[in-house]
């Protein structure tokens, strides 16, 4: 693949395309090391190329454990290849994953949490809500159509790595789910308090855009049950990523 052409992967047009995308810097590079360990069913080194400048040529030899592909470039032709506005050295080009069954054909584990993300549209929103779902393991998320990218340079920068350690689902449109689920959750001003017991006996949690919310038509049609998350502000909503972390934390408990 030319280097014309993986500068292009900052696009998601070409992600698509080409079906790869982009992880920079040091950080990142080790972590999606650990995932390959970890995951060798869902990522190897033999489809994964790693650009490097000199500096960084031995450092990631030594961190290999296998022979792959890796690409010394000058400082020029990094900095060109770099959304950053200081490059590290090192960049390395991830296949996309594959696209999953239809909602028909999807086998849903029961031992497992799924969250589902109704068209989230901020890359740092994402980012971190990927962290806190690796972090507590064990959950599943599920992303509607018109989302935000997660394999966007910003949300793979802000997930911290955490992106190559969440099982994910895109595309899932909304309707589909009461195909796959029959115990939906979502988060109301009125609804009951998740800390109630009955909170963790859900199958699949929803939260909405960060500014419509889930449409309650669905919510209705899918006879979701409202929870909420007690406060003593003056403000009347919480951010999207810090209300999945507390859900996520309570549902971990």
């Known amino acids: ?20 995308y982009l992880v920079e810097g040091e950080h990142l590079v080790l972590e999606l090391l650990n995932a390959v360990a970890k995951r060798p069913e869902t990522l190897s080194l033999n489809n994964i190329t790693f650009y490097v400048t000199q500096q960084y040529a031995t450092w990631l030899n030594e961190k290999l454990s296998q022979p792959c592909r890796v690409d010394v470039l000058s400082e020029q032709q990094m900095a060109s290849l770099s959304d950053t506005k200081t490059p590290q050295g090192i960049i390395a080009r991830v296949p996309l994953p594959q696209e999953g069954a239809s909602a028909s054909e999807v086998q849903t584990p029961l ?12 890359p740092g929103n994402l980012g971190t809500i990927l962290r806190t779902l690796a972090w507590f393991g064990d959950f599943t998320l599920l992303m509607s159509p018109n989302s935000v990218d997660p394999y966007n340079s910003k949300v793979v920068r802000s997930s911290m790595g955490a992106i190559f350690h969440v099982n994910m689902e895109l595309n899932v449109p909304l309707a589909s789910l009461n195909q796959r689920f029959q115990r939906f959750a979502y988060l109301d001003m009125k609804g009951e308090e998740v800390k109630s017991p009955t909170f963790k006996q859900h199958q699949c949690y929803l939260f909405g855009n960060e500014a419509r919310g889930v449409p309650t038509d669905v919510l209705t049609e899918l006879n979701a049950k409202a929870y909420t998350i007690p406060g003593n502000g003056s403000i009347d909503s ?7 972390n507390m859900c996520a934390y309570e549902l971990s408990r």
């Not at 693949?1 to 790869?20: E, I």
């Not at 497992?112 to 989230?120: G, I, K, S």
């Not at 919480?238 to 999945?244: F, G, I, P, Q």
């Open 238 to 244: 919480l951010n999207l990523a810090s209300a999945v």
């Open 1 to 20: 693949m030319k280097l014309s052409d993986v500068k292009k992967l900052h696009q998601k047009k070409y992600r698509s395309q080409f079906g790869y």
């Open 111 to 122: 031992d497992r949490m799924y969250v589902y993300l109704y068209e989230t549209q901020d």
